[in-house]
């Protein structure tokens, strides 16, 4: 889906779901008060998608924010059903029963804003990614405190009983202020993980070491000078093709089996690889039985040595290929 058709959905689903809100209101005035920004809101979802000002993870960060101020309109924030559960935000003593949702709101706020407005400080502002980070931060407790002020303006316009219903204060003298604090702690929650993402490694310190585990199991890929009679030695060992590349019938690269075993061939030097083929090694293939491979391979192809018992403790049967690749059957002796 493209950014611009992603933002129209949101938009729509936002539209609907505030349409689905208007059943039956408890406070019908109050809520309409309370869903005026969306005027605004829903057509600037739907352009910022379209011009591309925010990508897909901020587009729903703003779309997440809207449905929850929905769900607070439709019950005017203070009377949000199991929003007296929410004690743990009440940052301190308030009136049994009080309904904490809009503090839930307001740090939603903090969290879901700072990575839109740092997305907007760096996309339009032309901000540098540890700039645009600290920017965002001022910016959400800006706005958290700005839009305090824009309560306070609205009660003295209204009349009290509507103020105190729009404000949800619900008798706290120190609504605003915890509002202001939770937006802040939103916010400061998120951006630990945003500077991760955002902040280069060497400001960032080393990471925690990990170790990362190899996958059991190395698959040479060999330069050959010839595909075909390379493909018809291995295949001489019992080897089968896997794979080719562009087809079977004229391969530049091939992949050949023998149980666990891969090889891989090819006949165009990768970059940085010799253009002749060329090893100073030997590959080594464990195996529970040289002796009876031995007796396999004896008319197929000549054995470079073996079957015998090496100094070293191993017995070892060894081919070599028509580039020179030597390949070493072995087992313990």
């Excluded at 809207?66 to 009440?90: I, K, M, N, Q």
């Excluded at 907007?120 to 800006?142: H, M, W």
Aim: glycine share 8%.
């Amino acid at each position: 889906m493209s950014r611009r058709r992603y933002s129209q959905v949101l938009a729509l689903a936002l539209a609907g779901l505030t349409l689905l809100s208007l059943v039956e209101p408890r406070f019908p005035r109050d809520q309409l008060l309370q869903l005026a920004p969306l005027v605004v809101a829903l057509p600037l979802l739907v352009v910022a998608g379209s011009r591309d000002w925010l990508a897909d993870r901020e587009l729903t960060c703003v779309f997440v924010f809207l449905v929850l101020h929905v769900l607070g309109a439709r019950w005017v924030y203070s009377f949000v059903p199991g929003g007296e559960r929410l004690g743990l935000l009440a940052l301190g003593q308030e009136a049994p029963g009080r309904n904490h949702y809009d503090r839930l709101v307001h740090l939603a706020f903090g969290a879901l804003a700072l990575p839109v407005v740092v997305e907007l400080a760096r996309r339009r502002a032309g901000l540098r990614r540890g700039a645009a980070l600290v920017a965002g931060l001022l910016a959400v407790v800006a706005l958290s405190a700005g839009y305090e002020v824009f309560e306070w303006a609205l009660a003295q316009l209204a009349d009290s009983a509507r103020a105190d219903r729009y404000n949800g204060q619900q008798g706290d003298p120190w609504d605003a202020q915890k509002d202001m604090a939770l937006a802040g702690l939103g916010a400061l929650l998120v951006a630990a993980p945003l500077a991760r993402r955002l902040l280069p490694q060497r400001l960032l310190g080393p990471p925690a070491e990990r170790r990362v585990e190899l996958l059991a199991g190395v698959v040479p890929a060999l330069l050959v000078s010839e595909l075909r009679t390379t493909l018809a030695f291995y295949e001489g060992l019992g080897f089968t093709l896997s794979r080719a590349h562009p087809d079977r019938a004229a391969p530049v690269w091939a992949e050949l089996r023998r149980g666990p075993i891969v090889l891989q061939f090819h006949c165009e030097p990768s970059r940085g690889a010799p253009r002749r083929p060329a090893c100073s090694g030997t590959l080594y293939v464990e195996t529970d039985g040289v002796e009876a491979l031995a007796e396999e391979l004896a008319d197929r192809v000549p054995f470079e040595w073996g079957p015998q018992v090496m100094p070293y403790g191993r017995r070892e049967l060894a081919v070599r290929d028509p580039d020179g690749y030597l390949l070493a059957f072995t087992e313990p002796a």
